[in-house]
Nanobody, 123 residues
Framework: QVHLVESGGGWVQAGGSLRLSCRAS????????MGWYRQAPGKQRELAAT???????NYADSVKGRFTISGDNAKNSVYLQMNSLKFDDTAVYYC?????????????????WGQGTQVTVSS
């Protein structure tokens, strides 16, 4: 199993910045990709940004140029630097990890979610 702990959410005025952090722990053999998704009230969960273990990144068009995702393989952690925040960025942000875990001689690949952290941007 993989346990994710998120931090860094909060309240900020439009134009401000926040940095989200997520650390994975557990019987991890390899992390294949990590990312951040977000869900605004009344809307479906959507991708914000992802980073693979080869450091390739992917961003939603709505955050390109404002958000930067980075990872620390040694710490099994992923970060999301959010600049020039807008009211529409208000959402619960969820950490997502694609990881291969190990139990004895068995490996299993799965997707895991954090509990979510609230980001509120006031206009």
């Amino acid at each position: 199993q993989v346990h994710l702990v998120e931090s860094g959410g909060g309240w900020v005025q439009a134009g401000g910045s926040l940095r989200l952090s997520c650390r994975a722990s557990g019987s991890i053999w390899r992390i294949n990709a990590m990312g951040w998704y977000r869900q605004a009230p009344g809307k479906q969960r959507e991708l914000a940004a992802t980073i693979s273990n080869d450091d390739s990144t992917n961003y939603a068009d709505s955050v390109k140029g404002r958000f930067t995702i980075s990872g620390d393989n040694a710490k099994n952690s992923v970060y999301l630097q959010m600049n020039s925040l807008k009211f529409d960025d208000t959402a619960v942000y969820y950490c997502n990890v694609d990881a291969t875990t190990v139990a004895g001689t068995t490996t299993l690949r799965g997707t895991y979610w954090g509990q979510g952290t609230q980001v509120t941007v006031s206009s």
